[in-house]
C-alpha cells in the first residue's frame, strides 16, 4: 500500500521515499513508493507529473492499493532504496484550482436550479461539467457564475477529512462513492460538501476567477465548459488585447465595438448581393460572347471550343451551364488551365441533342493523362498533363459526331 501525502498536504511539492518494487509496464520503467505525493489520474483529474532525481515522470496511475509511476527511463542505480521526488507544483496548482473550481460549480448549479453534475473532466485548456438540467439560459448561467465566484471571494477555508462509509448520509453530501471503505470528504462550510480523491486548494480564495465559456445541450445533460484562477487570468488577457486591437483598428470604444460589427455585417450582406447581382449580368455578358464566337457547323450546331487561363473551375462550369441553357443547338469544349490542381476539361451539350459526352470524354481525358465522367450533356475531367488540353479539345471537336447516345 502506498501512503498517499497528497491527502495530508497537497502542498507538498517534494519529499523522499523507500522504493517497494521498480517493474516494467508496457516496456517502460516505473517504480512503486512506500508513499508518494503523485497524485494518479482518477475522479476526472489528471495525474501529476515531475522527477525523480532527474529522470522525468510520464504517467502515475493506480493499481488497488499501490500507486505506480511510470518513468522516461530507468532511475539511477547509485540511489540505493530510497529515492527523492518532485512535482511539477505548477501543474498541481493548476489541477487544485480547478478540481475546487469545479466543486464550487456544481454546488451552485445545484443550489440555484437543482441539476446535478453527471461527469467532469480536467482538460489541458478547458474544464467540462455535464448537469442534467433541460435547457439553461444566458441569465440562468449569469446567476451560476455570479454565485460561485461570490464564493470565491468570501475566500472560505476548505476541509479535508475521513468518514466511515455508515455515516455518509448523515453529511447530505452531493454524491455518495461507490467504493466501501472509508470516504474522504471535501466541506466548504455552508455551501458543499462532497466526496473526493482530488487535490483542492485550502481555501475558496485561491481559487481565482470561475468562468464560464460556453455551453450546449447534449441529450438529457447540458455540457459546460469552464475555467478558472490562471487560466481565466489568460483567457482575459488575449480577449482583452483582441478587443483592444479590434477597437483600435476600426477606431470604435470597445463598448461600441458589438454594435459596429452587426452593422458590418449587414453591410457586407449588402455588398454580396450586390456583388453576385454583377456577377450575373457579368456572366451573361460573356455566355453571349461565347455564343457569338461559336463556331457554326455544316449541321448548325454552335460549337464553342475555348481554354481558360483566368477563371477557376467553378467559374466555367457555371459558364458552360449557362450556354447550353440558352440555346438548344449548343456543344461546348472547355479546357481549364490550374496551375495549381492540373488540367481540366468540361464537354456538354444541351439535352436535346444526342450526343455521349460522358464516353466523349473518358477518350479526350486520356490526353490529360486524367479520367472523369458524368451525364450524357454534361462531363468532366482532371489530369496532370496542362499540355495536353489543347490536343484533348481538339480530339472532341473532331470526334463529337461518332459518339452518339
Known amino acids: 500500500m502506498s501512503v498517499r ?48 532525481q532527474d529522470v522525468p515522470v510520464i504517467d502515475v496511475i493506480e493499481d488497488k492499493e499501490k500507486i505506480v509511476h511510470l518513468l522516461k527511463k530507468d532511475i539511477n542505480k547509485n540511489c540505493g532504496d530510497t529515492i527523492i ?44 461539467i455535464d448537469i442534467m438540467k433541460d435547457n ?92 478558472c484562477g490562471k487560466r481565466s487570468l489568460k483567457d482575459y488577457f488575449w480577449k482583452n488585447e483582441l478587443i483592444r486591437n479590434t477597437s483600435n483598428k476600426l477606431t470604435v470604444k470597445d463598448l461600441e465595438l458589438g454594435e459596429v460589427i452587426d452593422r458590418m455585417l449587414e453591410e457586407r450582406k449588402d455588398t454580396r448581393k450586390k456583388l453576385r447581382e454583377c456577377k450575373e449580368k457579368l456572366q451573361e455578358y460573356e455566355v453571349n460572347q461565347l455564343i457569338s464566337k461559336s463556331i457554326l457547323n455544316e449541321s448548325g450546331l454552335k460549337i464553342i471550343k475555348k481554354i481558360f487561363n483566368q477563371k477557376s473551375f467553378q467559374e466555367v462550369k457555371e459558364l458552360v451551364q449557362k450556354c447550353i441553357n440558352l440555346d438548344d443547338n449548343i456543344l461546348v469544349f472547355a479546357g481549364i488551365k490550374d496551375g495549381n490542381d492540373g488540367a ?32 450524357p450533356n454534361f462531363a468532366q475531367a482532371g489530369g496532370k498533363n496542362i499540355e495536353g488540353i489543347e490536343d484533348a479539345l481538339n480530339y472532341a471537336f473532331k470526334y463529337f459526331e461518332e459518339f452518339v447516345k
Open 136 to 227: 439553461i439560459v444566458s441569465e440562468e448561467i449569469e446567476k451560476v457564475e455570479a454565485l460561485a465566484n461570490d464564493i470565491v471571494l468570501k475566500n472560505t477555508p476548505i476541509e479535508f477529512y475521513f468518514i466511515e462509509r455508515n455515516k455518509s448520509k448523515q453529511l447530505n453530501l452531493r454524491k455518495i462513492p461507490p467504493q466501501e471503505g472509508k470516504i474522504r470528504i471535501i466541506e466548504i462550510k455552508d455551501f458543499d460538501i462532497c466526496a473526493c480523491c482530488g487535490t483542492h486548494c485550502s481555501n475558496t480564495g485561491e481559487v481565482g476567477l470561475i468562468k464560464i465559456l460556453k455551453w450546449e445541450n447534449r441529450g438529457a445533460k447540458i455540457r459546460i465548459d469552464f475555467i
Open 344 to 375: 481540366k476539361l468540361i464537354l456538354a451539350c444541351t439535352k436535346a441533342l444526342k450526343y455521349d459526352m460522358n464516353m466523349l470524354i473518358k477518350e479526350a481525358g486520356k490526353l490529360i493523362d486524367g479520367r472523369g465522367g458524368g451525364a
Open 5 to 52: 501525502l497528497y491527502y495530508k498536504d497537497p502542498y507538498l511539492k517534494e519529499f523522499k521515499s523507500k522504493i517497494l518494487e521498480k517493474v516494467k509496464i508496457d516496456y517502460k520503467f516505473a517504480v512503486v513508493l512506500e508513499r508518494t505525493c503523485f497524485y494518479p489520474t482518477s475522479g476526472g483529474q489528471p495525474n501529476d507529473l515531475g522527477y525523480f
Open 85 to 128: 521526488g518532485k512535482i511539477d507544483w505548477d501543474r498541481r496548482f493548476d489541477h487544485m484550482q480547478q478540481h475546487t473550481g469545479q466543486h464550487i460549480l456544481s454546488a451552485a448549479f445545484e443550489r440555484l436550479w437543482d441539476a446535478d453534475t453527471v461527469s467532469f473532466n480536467l482538460g489541458n485548456d478547458i474544464c467540462s
